[in-house]
């Protein structure tokens, strides 16, 4: 399993963040984390289920120098669709580009993987959320009514990948199809 060094540079300090496949042993510490950053957050058997060797399933770590975990991320990438499932970092850790550095990798293993565009689900009133991903080249899809438990409806955001997720004409798909 390689490991993804990079560099996290926060505003009055730096060090550095590991970005690592998730292992069972993290199991804990990140069911534990979910459970104090969401109102709905997923159990332990939706993360241990993402660790049983599904070929699509693509959840990492983002570990601190002391091997701590300071963020996580559950990404799927199905045919030549990834998809964001679950993103957090920790609140001491934030804004110091750790969700950037999970995204990096997701992008990378989609365009390992041939995807062509990178979708999500986002709370419509999680803005800090929906900042970050307008950010990184995401934009508004759809409304998807009543997706979470509490009624609220979520933004469907997109982000194509390459030139071969870009809009193109019908004359491009056209030829594509012949
Ligand atoms: C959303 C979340 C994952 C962002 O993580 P993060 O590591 O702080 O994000 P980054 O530092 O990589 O931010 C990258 C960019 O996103 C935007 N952004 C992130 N958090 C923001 C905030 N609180 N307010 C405004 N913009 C924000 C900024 O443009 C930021 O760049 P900048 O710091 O140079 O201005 C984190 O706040 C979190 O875990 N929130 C709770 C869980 C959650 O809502 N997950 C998403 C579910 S869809």
């Known amino acids: 399993m390689g490991l993804t060094k990079e560099r996290a540079v ?5 060090e550095t963040i590991t970005i ?11 069911t534990a984390l979910e459970r104090q950053i969401f109102p709905d957050p997923w159990s332990a ?19 601190d120098e002391a091997g701590t975990i300071v963020a996580y991320m559950v990404s799927w990438i199905v045919v030549d669709e990834a998809h964001l499932g679950n993103i957090a970092v920790i609140p001491s850790h934030r804004r110091r580009g750790i969700a950037r550095l ?21 709370r419509v009133s ?24 509490n009624g609220e409806n979520a933004l469907v955001m997109v982000k194509p990948l390459n030139e071969s997720g870009k809009i193109k004409p019908l004359s491009h798909w056209e030829s594509e199809n012949s």
């Open 10 to 14: 926060g505003v009055d300090q730096a």
């Open 45 to 63: 058997d939706a993360f241990r289920s993402e660790l049983s060797g599904k070929s699509y399933s693509f959840p990492f770590v983002a570990v």
């Open 126 to 149: 999680n803005r800090n959320a929906i900042r970050l991903y307008e950010q990184y080249g995401f934009y508004p899809f759809m409304i998807r009514k009543r997706y979470y438990e």
């Open 102 to 122: 999970l995204m990096d990798r997701l992008v990378s293993e989609a365009n390992a993987h041939n995807a062509r565009l990178v979708t999500l689900e986002v």
């Open 20 to 30: 690592r496949e998730m292992v069972s042993e993290d199991l804990p510490q990140v």
